[in-house]
């Protein structure tokens, strides 16, 4: 009898004791909360008229065609510049284009997403554009993120606010310093970097790239293919043109339109690829694409199917590319949302398109964009300046450097080299210079974002 009292009174005990810890398995965290703030289909899915001239305020992508400069505002639109002038560029219109990250122009034909739709517009006025057709749920992303599932809206914007949670030890949600809402859709931080967390939001291009600046467009003259009027953007590109075919990269695909009727592009295929794509540039029959781990060669003879032809890896960093020649120029930058601590500019070998050699490293402070012509080398380094490399005959760059202090805010550069002309695009505007053949910058005017 009193070993079954003990063993009453042990089963007791247990079951208060065990009672004891599951109130007190609990934690108490306060989150940055960002809730979504969502956008009908039904409101942006209009015809898209240009309006007044507007003050720039957050620059984003930019692009020159012909005697027009077009900088976008984050994820608002894109103004539209006379730039006949360089000293004076003068605003003449806004295209109120929402979701906007990048864009292109080809044959007077412009092409913008807007959120997860392509949109062409006529050029034909350049200072009212004529929107001339779209193409619904073109891109499977907007901006980095998957836009499905979410009923026929888009997100525009997160809220952020701060919200003290307590937490048991039973719920899913126990031990993780960044979770999503499954109902609401809104993103609860305590201790991790939302900008690397691929469940973040579900939309939100702005938030996720730190900049749109980084998701501007280009399309050379040096595209292969027919006879093509084609505009230039920086070296950050997600938008492009090759025989005939707009390319377009998202986080992780390639997508390619078929342009035989230039005003209704139409989905040609969907290339898929690792993840971590940033920027496409092209080369002749080439596509140039760089991601946070490398740089894709790929053969666009075929322009509707693409083809694979090597991987260049390389640590994980951010990584635009340009190309002149038999020569790939990449740089690399870490302490950003791309990973890595890696700062240098790599020069590489495309003499064997199977088989890339890297035959270069300089070492550089937080390289970004890049443009080449002329027998030199435009390398942006925000906080720092831009960097002017001569090239020697075969393409490398020689050890002096010409750093251009004033154009710190750089960020990417487009050159129009045939003028000696270089626009630059970074936080507090756009900036307009001439080089010499001995650097000299001679500088012709800026575009100061306003004072909000």
């Known amino acids: 009898m009193k070993t079954f009292k003990s063993l009453f009174s042990l089963l007791l005990l247990a079951i208060v004791f065990s009672g004891c810890i599951e109130e007190k398995c609990e934690s108490e965290l306060t989150y940055t909360v960002y809730k979504p703030v969502y956008l009908e289909e039904s409101q942006f899915r209009v015809n898209i008229e240009a309006e007044a001239a507007r003050e720039l305020c957050r620059t984003g992508a930019f692009y020159v065609y012909g005697d027009y400069l077009f900088i976008t505002e984050q994820e608002e639109g894109m103004h539209i510049f006379d730039n006949a002038n360089p000293e004076n560029p003068v605003a003449i219109s806004f295209?109120?284009?929402?979701?906007?990250v990048g864009l292109a122009v080809r044959n007077d034909i412009l092409y913008v997403n807007n959120y997860y739709d392509l949109v062409t517009f006529s050029l034909d006025d350049p200072t009212a554009p004529d929107m001339l057709h779209r193409t619904e749920y073109a891109f499977d992303t907007y901006g980095v993120f998957n836009a499905s599932g979410l009923n026929n809206r888009v997100v525009t914007e997160y809220i952020e606010t701060d919200e003290t949670v307590t937490i048991s030890c039973s719920d899913a949600r126990w031990?993780?310093?960044?979770?999503?809402?499954?109902t609401t859709n809104a993103f609860f931080a305590a201790d991790c970097d939302i900008r690397r967390q691929s469940s973040f939001g579900i939309a939100d291009a702005a938030f996720a790239n730190g900049s749109i600046g980084e998701s501007s467009s280009n399309s050379g003259a040096s595209a292969g293919g027919q006879d093509q009027v084609l505009g230039f953007g920086g070296s950050l590109a997600r938008f492009t043109f090759t025989n005939n075919t707009l390319y377009v990269v998202n986080e992780s695909q390639?997508?390619?339109?078929?342009?035989?009727?230039p005003a209704r592009p139409q989905e040609a295929g969907v290339v898929q690829l690792n993840w971590g794509v940033e920027t496409i540039f092209p080369a002749g029959d080439e596509l140039y694409i760089g991601t946070t781990t490398g740089m894709h060669i790929m053969d666009a003879s075929d322009p509707l199917n693409p083809e694979l032809l090597s991987t260049m890896e390389h640590v994980r960093s951010c990584d635009p590319v340009v190309v002149s020649g038999d020569r790939a120029y990449v740089t690399l930058r870490g302490g950003t949302n791309c990973g890595g601590f890696t700062n240098q500019l790599e020069v590489v070998d495309i003499t064997d398109k199977r088989n890339p050699e890297?035959?270069?490293?300089?070492q550089m402070n937080g390289p970004v964009g890049l443009s080449v012509g002329n027998d030199k080398l435009f390398v942006c380094e925000p906080g720092r300046g831009m960097s002017i490399f001569e090239l020697d005959e075969e393409g490398m760059p020689m050890e002096s450097v010409t750093l251009v202090e004033e154009l710190d805010d750089a960020r990417d550069v487009i050159g129009l080299h045939a003028d000696r002309h270089l626009i630059t695009i970074g936080?507090?505007?756009?900036?307009?210079v001439r080089y010499s053949d001995t650097n000299e910058i001679t500088y012709l005017s800026s575009l100061e974002i306003c004072n909000d």
């Not at 295209?95 to 906007?100: E, F, K």
Request: one cysteine or more; proline letters at 3%.
């Open 95 to 100: 295209l109120p284009v929402g979701g906007i």
């Open 175 to 182: 031990g993780r310093g960044c979770f999503v809402d499954a």
């Open 254 to 261: 390639l997508e390619a339109f078929d342009l035989s009727d």
């Open 358 to 362: 890297r035959v270069q490293i300089v």
């Open 427 to 432: 936080e507090l505007g756009a900036e307009q």
